[in-house]
């Protein structure tokens, strides 16, 4: 490519940023909402989760329990867990889920559960009824089934001793010796890899597609329909130049998204979730190297073929049809390869479309680079971009594109 | 005679099941000014996208002299197209860089350029404003400004004067006059007899994607025998004038079907009408 070429090229790709960057909302697309998205999600949920449990703990519950013999310190454990009860003889069923007469006052919320009790010898029988449709009655029914477990604990220690039995050698025979992360030989390193291949290639992919969407849009079947095209055809660049700064101003912006988008999520990761979830991955050159290959060859080849998709269109508003629900052809394989087991994974899957860069990347996230792979996935990913960018050439290289809509 | 610049011969253009444009044959000279008149679907912005090497011809030449691509001389091609084709969230001086770069023009000499000729065009103040809030006149005045910036030889200006005012109007035809007189080449397409009377060396008559007169205004009168231009262009355009087509995307069968399915029909005019209801 001749120097003036390359000017040509750059001054495209500088002039397609420098009008992108220039409506806020792209800018709030793009930079603010990628970089916020998952910090706010990890300070706003938790928040969210907090405020509902301690809504749910402030609670005052009634309920009924009917039973035939309540032991005293059931049901003082009952009242202690903020639940006010009467008591009621048990009613004639068959079982003690059956609802019966009780089904109608569970229902209309006369009481948020009713807990049926009996006692036969030794072994004692229960049921809760509740409406699993009411947060009030849910409630109310873990709040028993608490008070139930922690009796039943008491009871089981007590008959125990009863017997002559040691209590904790009886209840818990089998013990792991020392710390359980003591014993795992993956480094931590390893094990912060191993994390982040399960969604790094997951939001690299959907997002790198998304992201481009928007700007290749703009940049083809919005040049046409505004009309902005025709001048551009009559400078002396050729189709060729003009589809790689096109293609180097989406890959840029897009870039831009995804970089923020995933600092955005390790910094909630690091920082705002426990922080012993996850660390540094321990990554050698080789696989530092082949991670941006890969991107860089799924950047192009998905950039190429939005852009391709785009120009084919005659409106904004035709491509924005085509090009949003092609994003399947990125989710769809993408959620597939977060499954696929990588312990002695066959070669193909390394050939196949998209599946490939993703499961390079969980390799390669995960520090292994085996040759086989590599050869594979490069080498295809090569064949798939240069696909994409023939028959992005093929669109720009068409007559009718000239044609203004607006 | 000035030596011939541009040559198009036998030249056939095709849209789809439409010919827009029918054996063209037409010698552009260097240092005058040649009118493409006709009517909206006439043919003119095709011919002229031709002559851009934006079009290939679907039979016969577009060359210059020397039989080389008219591709090969855009760097000497300044074009006004007909949709002014401006960014709105560029200024107008950004928008004549922007071209003036990709002419590889340094923007020291783009500028001064402009700012000689946005002061013919009384532009001069609005250069660093966004053309987003420009008229129509403006962003015509822009567009002109942006062809010539890197100092072309030859002019393609697709209908220049539409959506100027008077005053604009004369000063883009003296302008126009003014760049001949420096040796430049310029072709004009309008639908206005008078404008091209009034600026054009040259008048194409084209007419259904046929060239039906080219000469001086004085020789189109002297071979229809007429008084005036305008019984001149109705005299050789007597049939009936096709519309616009110049699409060439060809619609599959399913959209075809699907897009019908949804398209009421026309009234049917053969309708008795019952006037007491």
């Known amino acids: 490519m001749s120097d003036g070429s390359l000017k040509r090229v750059g001054a495209i790709a500088k002039k397609e940023i420098v009008e992108f960057t220039r409506d806020w909302r792209t800018i709030i697309a793009i930079i603010v909402i990628p970089l916020l998205m998952f910090p706010l999600l990890f300070i706003m949920f938790p928040v969210l989760l907090e405020s509902e449990a301690a809504e749910l703990d402030a609670l005052e519950l009634s309920i009924i329990i009917q039973t035939d013999a309540l032991p005293e310190n059931l049901g003082e454990n009952i009242s202690f867990n903020g639940i006010d009860f009467s008591v009621e003889l048990l009613p004639n069923l068959s079982s003690l889920s059956v609802p019966g007469n009780d089904l109608e006052r569970v229902r209309n919320s006369s009481t948020d559960a009713v807990l049926r009790l009996q006692t036969n010898e030794d072994v004692w029988s229960y049921a809760i009824l509740h409406l699993s449709t ?50 795992d030989v993956a480094t931590s390193g390893e094990q912060s890899g191993m994390i982040l291949s399960l969604f790094i290639p997951l939001v ?49 912006i897009t870039g831009v998204g995804v970089l923020l988008q995933i600092c955005g999520l ?41 852009l391709a998709l785009a120009m084919r269109s005659h409106s904004v508003k035709e491509a924005g049809s085509i090009l949003a629900p092609a994003l ?13 087991n990588l312990d002695g994974i066959e070669g193909f899957w390394f050939a196949i479309p998209v599946v490939n860069i993703l499961l390079a990347l969980r390799e390669l996230l995960m520090n292994r680079v085996i040759t086989e792979h590599v050869l594979i996935w490069a080498v295809s990913s090569v064949i798939y971009a240069s696909l994409a960018a023939y028959y992005a050439s093929r669109q720009f290289n068409r007559e009718d594109i000239v044609t203004s809509l607006s | 005679m000035s030596k011939s610049l541009l040559s198009i011969q036998e030249v056939t253009k095709n849209f789809a099941e439409v010919e827009a444009l029918q054996g063209i044959s037409l010698e552009i000279y260097s240092g005058e000014i040649v009118g493409l008149v006709g009517s ?28 080389k691509p008219v ?6 091609l300044g074009v ?51 053309t987003k809030g420009f008229s129509r006149g403006m962003r015509q005045k822009t567009a002109l400004l942006r062809a010539l910036a890197h100092g072309p030889n030859i ?17 883009v035809r003296a302008l126009v006059r003014q760049l001949r007189d420096e040796g430049g080449t310029v072709i004009y397409s309008t639908h206005q007899l008078a404008e091209a009377q009034q600026v054009c060396d040259r008048i194409v008559i084209i007419h259904n994607g046929e060239i039906r007169a080219d000469g001086s205004p004085t020789k189109l009168l002297q071979d229809t025998n007429t008084q005036s231009l305008e019984d001149a262009y109705v005299s050789l355009t007597l049939d009936q004038a096709r519309t616009r087509q110049e699409d060439n995307g060809k619609e599959s069968a399913f959209s075809g079907w699907w897009r019908r399915l949804f398209t009421p029909r026309a009234p049917d005019t053969t309708l008795e009408v019952n006037e007491d209801e």
Not at chain 1, 212 to 218: E, R
Request: charged residues 20%; glycine residues 6%.
């Open chain 1, 134 to 183: 009411s947060e009030r009655s849910n409630e109310a029914r873990n709040r028993i089934l608490n008070v139930l477990s922690d009796w039943e604990d008491s009871e089981v220690r007590e008959r125990i001793e009863q017997g002559g039995m040691d209590v904790n050698s009886t209840l818990d025979p089998l013990r792991w010796d020392g710390e359980i992360s003591d014993a």
């Open chain 1, 204 to 252: 690299l992919a959907i997002w790198t597609y998304s992201s481009a969407i928007q700007p290749s849009i703009d940049m083809t079947a919005g040049e046409r329909e505004r009309g902005t095209l025709e001048a551009l055809l009559c400078l002396p660049c050729t189709r060729m130049e003009l589809l790689l700064g096109k293609w180097l101003a989406v890959a840029t």
């Open chain 1, 266 to 306: 390790l910094f909630a990761i690091g920082y705002l979730a426990s922080s012993s979830f996850i660390g540094v991955p321990q990554l050698s050159m080789i696989s530092i190297g082949l991670i941006v290959l890969s991107i860089m060859l799924f950047a192009i080849m998905v950039v190429a073929f939005e």
């Open chain 1, 328 to 340: 399947m052809l990125i989710l769809f394989p993408a959620l597939f390869t977060q499954v696929i």
């Open chain 2, 40 to 67: 909206n679907g006439a043919g003119k912005t095709t011919l002229l996208r031709l002559m851009a090497g934006v079009y290939k011809p679907s039979s016969g030449s577009v060359n210059l002299s020397n039989g």
């Open chain 2, 71 to 76: 591709a090969s001389m855009r760097q000497e």
């Open chain 2, 80 to 130: 006004v197209p007909e949709s002014t084709g401006l960014y709105s969230r560029l200024t107008a001086w950004e928008n004549i860089r922007y071209h003036s770069r990709m002419h590889g023009v340094p923007d020291s000499i783009a500028w001064a350029r402009t700012e000689k000729f946005a002061e013919h065009l009384d532009m001069k103040d609005s250069l660093s404003r966004h």
């Open chain 2, 155 to 171: 002019l393609l200006l697709d209908e220049p004067t539409a959506g100027l005012d008077i005053t604009s109007a004369r000063t």
